[in-house]
């Protein structure tokens, strides 16, 4: 499981400036910044890193690493299959819920959060996004079902052009 507590520990979530997308080929994005998530599981679970968002909620690749520039992990998908690489390893899912839910305990939703990062609502059942601080790069977004809760919250950066 791709828990860092020490990087989470080392990660301090503040203001950056409004959020841009870099918009390349194919409507693609760019985002960077920081994010955390907490799953109030038994034991609670808590993850923090350093993230690269690029493409589209169809293909796309999420890197983490540690403040320090380590990679924690690889998230690339594309229809039909979702791989994560965490050092020399590298397991494949059929979709990146059931990736990102092997992998921080929680199933993320990959497609809203790139509709989150630009300030637009997406309705997904058992999550409450909060979007009244994109503008300053800030997006808290919280699973209340399926049981246990968690919360995500991204700080995100201004991309360099």
């Known amino acids: 499981m791709l828990v860092a507590s020490a990087a989470g ?22 985002w960077s910044g920081r994010l955390s998530l907490s799953v ?10 350093v993230f690269e968002l690029d493409g589209t909620p169809e293909e796309g690749e999420l890197v983490l690493t540690t403040p320090l520039g380590n990679t924690l992990g690889a998230l690339r998908w594309s229809p039909g299959t979702a791989l994560l690489r965490d050092g020399s390893q ?6 990146m819920a059931a990736l990102t839910e092997a992998a921080t305990g929680a199933a993320l ?4 959060l790139f509709e989150w990062l630009q300030g637009r609502p997406a309705q997904v059942p058992g999550w409450r996004a909060e979007l009244s601080q994109v503008p300053q790069g800030r997006l808290q977004a919280t699973r209340e079902a399926p049981l246990p809760t ?7 950066e201004r991309p360099s052009p």
């Open 150 to 156: 968690a919360q995500l919250r991204v700080v995100f």
């Open 40 to 49: 109030d599981s038994n034991p609670p679970q808590s993850f923090a890193a």
């Open 90 to 95: 590298q397991r494949s899912y059929p979709s």
């Open 9 to 30: 520990a080392a990660l301090a979530l503040v203001g950056c400036a409004a959020p841009q997308p870099r918009r390349s080929n194919g409507g693609s994005s760019h």
């Open 109 to 112: 939703p990959i497609d809203a």
